[in-house]
T-cell receptor, first 116, second 112 residues
Framework: AQTVTQSQPEMSVQEAETVTLSCTYD???????LFWYKQPPSRQMILVIR??????QNATENRFSVNFQKAAKSFSLKISDSQLGDTAMYFC?????????????FGTGTRLTIIP | NAGVTQTPKFQVLKTGQSMTLQCAQD?????MSWYRQDPGMGLRLIHY???????DQGEVPNGYNVSRSTTEDFPLRLLSAAPSQTSVYFC???????????FGQGTRLTVV
């Protein structure tokens, strides 16, 4: 079974600064996906960024980037130039890359607050 | 394009009552699933389906039933609600092999 650990329950950072959220996972699989989801107060689950394990290059999406260390089973999210709208709960998640097995395993989340 | 639609958004039940949470998707996704979100525990898988007529249990299935008669719909039934089922429920769908799940907007359920 897979496990996902987010060791930072809460974080806060000043607007315009950079913040890094940590995530580690445990799996015996070689092929899988890793995700960061954002959950603002509206409760909607929003996909922030996605990483395929076979790709060595770290994924980036505008101000969001990841540091994917496959051997260390680490998958951190860096938010640059943080904005007030980044205030949300952030979840790290794991999915095997098997057809028909799209189950997501989530971490417990990190509540991020951007301070004006 | 509506994506994944969940109804209702909010619901209060009395202990012992039954209800069905509705989930519909219009993306022709084979895989659909239900998660519950509790404080400090992230999202946990309740039941999932890999196609019409096929369902299976996830991590926390007790007290819930599902069926999948069509590709589009995947309702979650609470047979006899208990306070421990107070939670936020999410439905998700995905297309096999794409490695991306689409979520509904969630249902906040309170059992008193």
């Amino acid at each position: 079974a897979q496990t996902v650990t987010q060791s930072q329950p809460e974080m806060s950072v000043q607007e315009a600064e950079t913040v890094t959220l940590s995530c580690t996972y445990d799996t015996s699989e070689n092929n899988y996906y890793l995700f960061w989801y954002k959950q603002p107060p509206s409760r909607q689950m929003i996909l922030v960024i996605r990483q395929e394990a076979y790709k060595q290059q770290n994924a980036t999406e505008n101000r969001f980037s990841v540091n994917f260390q496959k051997a260390a089973k680490s998958f951190s999210l860096k938010i640059s130039d943080s904005q007030l709208g980044d205030t949300a709960m952030y979840f790290c998640a794991f999915m095997k890359s098997n057809f028909g097995n799209e189950k997501l395993t989530f971490g417990t989340g990190t509540r991020l607050t951007i301070i004006p | 394009n509506a994506g994944v639609t969940q109804t209702p958004k909010f619901q209060v039940l009395k202990t012992g009552q039954s209800m069905t949470l509705q989930c519909a998707q219009d993306m022709n996704h084979e895989y659909m699933s239900w998660y519950r979100q509790d404080p400090g525990m992230g999202l946990r898988l309740i039941h999932y389906s890999v196609g019409a007529g096929i369902t299976d249990q996830g991590e926390v299935p007790n007290g819930y039933n599902v069926s999948r008669s069509t590709t589009e719909d995947f309702p979650l039934r609470l047979l006899s609600a208990a306070p421990s089922q107070t939670s936020v429920y999410f439905c998700a769908s995905s297309y096999s092999g794409l490695g991306e799940a689409f979520f509904g907007q969630g249902t906040r359920l309170t059992v008193v």
